[in-house]
């Protein structure tokens, strides 16, 4: 059985904890003025969120498993999405013919206005609501089971194994392999990343990773445990270049352990590094909700990729650390799931196939600019 280095390497990150907690006590500041220090609830908060990113792996392939496209529930939740949407449908179409947004059958159409002048006329109500919220259920039970059944046959069929055995190449288990993989994760991680914050379905699984308000080396395991449900640039393509997938493993244990060390406020800057590296001055700069660091320095190892792509802002001004609306609580199941809940209520007020779609595919911005008033 294969050793994951990111489990070997736990009793470096509480050594490394404790080396900075020590070195807060040495360097003390105005109690609530540097946000790396370290507060109990919270860091109980990120220590319990990495521990179950360790056993989400296995708990999400026992429950997505069988709803891949082999899978003995695929059938069904095909069966599930389909329905549901036919029940969201036919709400829609009901609603909007209470509204005077659809012409009668047999009658020539006379324009939206002119149907709403006559909906209002003839006293035509809103949706009654028991068949209001039938129909918001359905919308978000169809969405969110399409969405399981995309994620689940997108990552079985993307599998490391799966597409190594298709390949011609084989690079081998020297150095050059272990570069291509390292290099080829790190280029791949930057979009992914990206897609993270520019993607709400992905948003929804990385929020939980920048909800702490505080910002030092426990922040770094606070991580998600969705990663399954989401739908990514798969690492897997460094299989079809000929990178054995014990390789990927490893590359992926090297990215993590990297981005360890960069949450921390205790060292400020690296010099010349900085150009190359991201560095935690870069990352501190990624986890603020100032304006201008939004949606910047997604890179894990190097920061060439944002410097090349765009996306690359120096520390400036101090970063507040956070979400921009917080989540208010060091529940970890209310950290993790505050988000898909979110999602799940813009869904539910959404009128149209278009903007149930688009709270779940488009921007965090534009879902949280265009909701619907909370429902009753």
């Not at 960069?262 to 010349?272: K, V, Y």
């Not at 149209?352 to 009753?376: K, M, N, V």
Request: a positive charge.
């Amino acid at each position: 059985m294969k050793v994951d280095l990111t489990v070997v390497a736990i009793p470096a990150y509480v050594g490394a904890m404790i080396a900075e907690y020590r070195w807060q006590r040495r360097h003390p500041v105005a109690e609530g003025s540097r946000a790396g220090d370290y507060e109990f609830k919270d860091t109980m908060a990120s220590l319990s969120m990495g521990l179950g990113s360790l056993a989400a792996p296995f708990v999400t392939k026992a429950l997505l498993g069988p709803l891949a496209s082999r899978g003995r529930y695929a059938k069904a939740a095909m069966a599930v999405a389909v329905g549901t949407g036919a029940v969201a449908t036919a709400a829609d179409v009901v609603r909007r013919h209470r509204r005077g947004e659809l012409a009668d059958a047999g009658v020539v159409d006379g324009g939206a206005s002119a149907r709403a002048d006559c909906a209002v006329a003839e006293g035509l109500q809103p949706l009654p609501p028991v068949l209001a919220r039938i129909g918001r259920g359905a919308a978000v039970a169809a969405v969110a089971t399409s969405a399981l059944v995309v994620a689940t046959e997108w990552g079985a069929r993307t599998a490391g194994e799966r597409l190594f055995v298709r390949t011609p190449l084989d690079l081998g288990s020297g150095v050059a392999a272990g570069a291509v993989a390292i290099l080829g994760w790190d280029f791949i991680y930057y979009w992914n990343h990206r897609l993270d914050h520019e993607v709400r379905w992905m948003w929804a699984m990385h929020s939980v990773h920048h909800s702490s308000e505080r910002y030092n080396l426990s922040t770094a395991l606070r991580q998600p445990w969705a990663e399954a449900l989401t739908l990514y640039v798969p690492y897997s393509l460094l299989a079809v270049l000929g990178v054995r997938p014990a390789m990927i493993a490893d590359a992926r244990a090297v990215n993590l352990i990297y981005q360890f060390w960069i949450h921390t406020e205790a060292i400020r800057t690296l010099g010349w590094w900085e150009k190359v590296l991201n560095t935690p001055s870069h990352h501190r700069a990624h986890h603020g909700v100032n304006r201008e660091y939004l949606d910047r320095n997604h890179g894990s190892i190097l920061i060439v990729w944002d410097k090349l792509f765009g996306t690359f802002e120096p520390e400036m001004a101090r970063p507040v650390y956070g979400l921009t609306s917080n989540v208010g609580t060091f529940n970890p199941l209310k950290i993790f799931a505050a988000e898909w809940i979110s999602i799940a209520r813009d869904v539910a007020g959404a009128d149209t196939w278009r903007d149930r779609w688009s709270f779940l595919l488009r921007g965090p911005g534009w879902a949280y600019e265009h909701r619907a008033p909370a429902l009753g």
